[in-house]
Nanobody, 126 residues
């Protein structure tokens, strides 16, 4: 069964760091553009960071630029989101995703997404 499985969420104080991982099984990530969305209570799901299948191009939301770093390891069939200088407004459920269609900007969270992770809670609070 093809799926994405996330790990690494949790609670952290403001200014802290977390790393999310997302491993694929049943399919190869190197055929996909991959990235992360997040959804806070009462808000729409928003794009956070994406990396294209070449790994040459990355796209970040303005709110996380300079603080978050997305990466991929096609050998391990895994993607990562390194989050630093976390803020309370980063609190959300984070979802990894894979998209076969070509991208030239941050994708939207819609039926275009081929695979979704199960979600990982990130809570930033003092």
């Amino acid at each position: 069964q093809a799926q994405l499985v996330e790990s690494g969420g949790g609670s952290v104080q403001p200014g802290g760091s977390l790393r999310l991982s997302c491993s694929a099984s049943g399919f190869s990530l190197d055929n996909y553009n991959i990235g992360w969305f997040r959804q806070a209570p009462g808000k729409e799901r928003e794009g956070v960071a994406w990396i294209d299948r070449s790994a040459f191009n990355t796209y970040y939301a303005d709110s996380v630029q300079g603080r978050f770093t997305i990466s991929r390891d096609n050998v391990k069939n895994t993607m990562y989101l390194q989050m630093t200088a976390l803020r309370p407004e980063d609190t959300a459920v984070y979802y990894c995703a894979a998209l076969a269609l070509s991208i030239a900007s941050m994708p939207t969270a819609g039926p275009n997404i081929n695979y979704w992770g199960q979600g990982a809670q990130v809570t930033v609070s003092s």
